[in-house]
């Protein structure tokens, strides 16, 4: 039970999404039986599993209340984060400072404080040359705008869910056809020809097709880095810079097609007012996952942030919401 909240029981898609997790992990250890994979890969499933777990304890002992203090709170930790990186001279992603934000952003009711956060994010966005987080709050505002309109409070769910899958084609037809266009290269940082790189091992046999290549590892990212480099000049280790090529390269399509498919179907059972602030975190962070790095039961912060409202997500339902 939510201490002074809600009651809790361990739910069908709360099972089902611990016997995908446990899936991946026999799927990696058959990887690494079968097919010559690192002992690595098996390492990270099983701390994958264990994150995950202590995230569904920690979830299972929050109050919705308490949960909603902390993501306001984040506005707090960003600016503190951002004033000590310029105070430290120390060099941090963007990216990070400015998610925090838009959790923030997110949470409060107010459109005069909405207002002046959104004004933040769009300072550190020009001072940080970070465009990823500037694109995500616009998104956002536009969707809040929209909101307005009768037809897409009704269908804004389906519809951003048909945007996301619609852009993540788009994003494989670039990482397939137009990674090497040098256009797309400069607007997005090199991003194309990073997808280019991964998807085109993903397609190197049916089984990393179907199964992928398990956790990245620092040698093929460096490998990367080297490709990279010898195109244009400069390189390091990359990952795939998108969730979704990271997912394909890890889990292959399957893994990919099943992890979406429960979390659509979570979004669209979840149709309670109360519970629009979930869908509402849940879907942006996807799309900012477009071109930022996740890991379901990672360790950074993007990962910790995704991981928890991914499984919120799967733990709440129309019946025990007390998000109010």
Same mark, same amino acid.
Request: charged residues 15%; positive net charge; glycine residues 2%.
């Given at each position: 039970m939510l201490r002074g909240s809600i009651r809790l029981f361990i739910s069908s898609r709360v099972v089902v999404f611990f016997s995908f997790l446990i899936f991946l992990?026999?799927?990696?250890l058959y990887l690494f039986a079968y097919m010559n994979a690192?002992?690595?890969i098996v390492?990270?499933?099983?701390?994958?599993?264990?994150?995950c777990v202590l995230t569904y304890i920690v979830i299972i002992n929050v109050t919705f209340n308490q949960e909603r203090k902390v993501l306001d709170s984040l506005f707090l930790a960003s600016v503190?984060?951002?004033?000590?990186?310029?105070?430290?001279?120390?060099?941090?992603?963007?990216?990070?400072?400015?998610?925090?934000a838009l959790y923030s952003i997110m949470t409060v009711s107010s459109l005069r404080v909405k207002f002046v956060r959104c004004l933040f994010i769009a300072f550190l966005s020009i001072y940080l040359d970070s465009r990823t987080g500037l694109v995500v709050v616009f998104l956002y505002l536009v969707h809040g705008a929209f909101l307005k309109v009768s037809i897409y409070q009704r269908n804004w769910i389906n519809i951003l869910i048909f945007s996301l899958i619609s852009i993540v084609?788009?994003?494989?037809?670039?990482?397939?056809?137009?990674?090497? /266009?040098?256009? =797309?290269?400069? &607007?997005?940082?090199k991003r194309p020809y990073i997808w280019g790189v991964y998807i085109e091992n993903a397609l190197s046999n049916v089984m990393s097709f179907l199964m992928g290549h398990g956790r990245i590892s620092g040698d093929f990212a460096e490998q990367v880095g080297v490709i990279v480099s010898e195109e244009f000049g400069?390189?390091?280790?990359?990952?795939?810079h998108s969730f979704y090529i990271n997912f394909i390269y890890e889990h292959g399509f399957v893994g990919l097609i099943t992890f979406l498919s429960m979390i659509f179907y979570a979004l669209k059972k979840n149709v309670s007012l109360a519970l629009m602030k979930y869908n509402e975190y849940v879907l942006f962070t996807l799309i900012a996952g477009l071109v930022i790095p996740m890991y379901i039961g990672g360790v950074s912060v993007? /990962?910790?942030? =995704?991981?928890? &409202?991914?499984?919120?997500l799967f733990v709440v339902s129309n019946e025990n919401s007390t998000y109010n």
């Open positions: 992990l026999f799927k990696d690192s002992i690595h390492q990270y499933s099983f701390l994958r599993l264990i994150v503190v984060t951002f004033i000590l990186s310029v105070v430290l001279n120390i060099k941090l992603s963007g990216n990070i400072i400015l998610i925090m084609v788009i994003q494989l037809y670039m990482a397939v056809f137009l990674y090497d /266009d040098a256009y =797309l290269n400069t &607007l997005l940082t400069i390189g390091r280790k990359y990952s795939a993007f /990962d910790i942030l =995704l991981t928890y &409202l991914i499984l919120r």
